[in-house]
């Protein structure tokens, strides 16, 4: 059975910072680039931040500067540290493997509330 499982969110101030965390089973994380992907009420999923195999990061022009996405493949495990947090930033958070999402599915989710 495939699972990603998410945690780390909660309720912070603007201009505060948060550490994500996603533990994956069930499939072989090492070989699979990853996402962290966000929806805010009312809105479509937007991705935040990606990584590949190789450990070469990639972060939407909304986060920039803020966002750092990291893994472990050891743990099968994928990071998103959030600083200088926003309002805006708020939403609920997922990992994701982007090219076998149809397999894993998407996981419960974290949620982020800015305010």
């Known amino acids: 059975d495939v699972q990603l499982v998410e945690s780390g969110g909660g309720l912070v101030q603007p201009g505060g910072s948060l550490r994500l965390s996603c533990v994956a089973s069930?499939?072989?994380?090492?070989?699979?680039?990853m996402s962290w992907v966000r929806q805010a009420p009312g809105k479509g999923r937007e991705g935040v931040a990606a990584?590949?195999?190789?450990?070469?990061?990639t972060t939407a022009d909304s986060v920039k500067g803020r966002f750092t996405v990291s893994r472990d493949n050891a743990n099968d495990a994928l990071y998103l540290q959030m600083n200088s947090l926003k309002p805006e930033d708020t939403a609920m958070y997922y990992c994701?493997?982007?090219?076998?999402?149809?397999?894993?599915?998407w996981g419960q989710g974290t949620q982020v509330t800015v305010s």
């Open positions: 990584i590949d195999t190789d450990g070469t990061p």
């Open positions: 994701a493997a982007p090219s076998a999402l149809v397999t894993t599915g």
């Open positions: 069930g499939f072989t994380f090492s070989t699979y680039a």
